[in-house]
T-cell receptor, first 114, second 109 residues
Framework: GAVVSQHPSRVICKSGTSVKIECRSLDFQATTMFWYRQFPKKSLMLMATSNEGSKATYEQGVEKDKFLINHASLTLSTLTVTSAHPEDSSFYIC??????????FGPGTRLTVT | GQNIDQPTEMTATEGAIVQINCTYQTSGFNGLFWYQQHAGEAPTFLSYNVLDGLEEKGRFSSFLSRSKGYSYLLLKELQMKDSASYLCAVMDSNYQLIWGAGTKLIIKP
């Protein structure tokens, strides 16, 4: 089946630093990749949608200068949290879509900002 | 606006049957998904319904009624490992997923 990987799985960084999270589709080409954030006891929140080779589309309220998304190829998308603060601590999940309905999730990355 | 409703928490007994309901109001409809999520992990796919009716897959079944904006996930022969959150998500007219807040299912021996 389709596999999506994320790296790192867990990361701790100091306030003010930047951290990059990678999302890869391992055995298929993803026309679209999504980045979600999950708050405790709440549903997944879509942050942005990215298509290979074009700028990401950010959801309302998501700061595009803070959450930089690069979709360099059909198998790789990166999310960079710039100048991280403790309130950015969360579980970040990417998903990759092939076709119109098949959507596969990565295992998630737990970010802790101290 | 778009809205997905499902109960916050349910409790059931090992070996029993539980039904988790989901109602939705979305702009367009391109299918409804059920995902299982264990604490600290990403969601895993359980089922996809785009036509009315019941889809059975082992111990799990999913039902959809588009006219009523309603779905349920039925879990039979509950096992302790089924303790998890169950997320209902609808794909809207733009092929984006709208998520419910999830139902935390607690299984007791």
């Amino acid at each position: 089946g389709a596999v999506v990987s994320q790296h790192p799985s867990r990361v701790i960084c100091k306030s003010g630093t930047s951290v990059k999270i990678e999302c890869r589709s391992l055995d298929f080409q993803a026309t679209t990749m999504f980045w979600y954030r999950q708050f405790p006891k709440k549903s997944l929140m879509l942050m942005a949608t990215s298509n290979e080779g074009s700028k990401a589309t950010y959801e309302q309220g998501v700061e595009k200068d803070k959450f930089l998304i690069n979709h360099a190829s059909l198998t790789l998308s990166t999310l960079t949290v710039t100048s991280a603060h403790p309130e950015d601590s969360s579980f970040y999940i990417c998903s990759a879509r092939t076709g119109e309905t098949e959507q596969y999730f990565g295992p998630g990355t737990r970010l802790t900002v101290t | 606006g778009q809205n997905i409703d499902q109960p916050t928490e349910m409790t059931a007994t090992e070996g029993a049957i539980v039904q988790i309901n989901c109602t939705y109001q979305t702009s367009g409809f391109n299918g409804l998904f059920w995902y299982q999520q264990h604490a600290g992990e990403a969601p895993t796919f359980l089922s996809y319904n785009v036509l009315d009716g019941l889809e059975e897959k082992g111990r799990f079944s999913s039902f959809l009624s588009r006219s009523k904006g309603y779905s349920y996930l039925l879990l039979k022969e509950l096992q302790m490992k089924d303790s998890a959150s169950y997320l209902c998500a609808v794909m809207d007219s733009n092929y984006q997923l709208i998520w419910g807040a999830g139902t935390k299912l607690i299984i007791k021996p």
